[in-house]
Nanobody, 124 residues
């Protein structure tokens, strides 16, 4: 099982990026998928998750207003559209799979599979 995150890069504040997480080795169409991030010197924190049916949650109200999680089960891919990026969004972003039950989707221990991370750097 592999999760391949991509789409990170360097962007100016106010810009946008779309992260992708492609899964292989098994299907996760019936599982929760999530995104976490880890800034230098900080713990990994929850960003967003989406249930198999498309219900989404976000870590903070600020994230909810700027980020959008989505999934394409036919492509075994989950996305994170990030708009109006801020310097404090700078982090390595990780996708994760199998966050069941959905009630625990904000917790790292709920996920069995993790991608390698993709770096997002937002300059001021």
């Amino acid at each position: 099982v592999q999760l391949q995150a991509s789409g990170g890069g360097l962007v100016q504040a106010g810009g946008s990026l779309r992260l992708s997480c492609a899964t292989s080795g098994r299907a996760f169409s019936r599982n929760t998928m999530g995104w976490f991030r880890q800034a230098p010197g900080k713990e990994r924190e929850f960003v967003s998750a989406i249930s198999w049916s498309g219900v989404s949650i976000y870590g903070t109200d600020s994230l909810k207003g700027r980020f959008t999680i989505s999934r394409d089960n036919a492509k075994n891919t989950v996305y994170l559209q990030m708009n109006n990026l801020k310097p404090e969004d700078t982090a390595v972003y990780y996708c994760a799979a199998d966050g069941t039950p959905f009630a625990m989707a904000t917790r790292r221990e709920a996920y069995d599979y993790w991608g390698q991370g993709t770096l997002v750097t937002v300059s001021s």
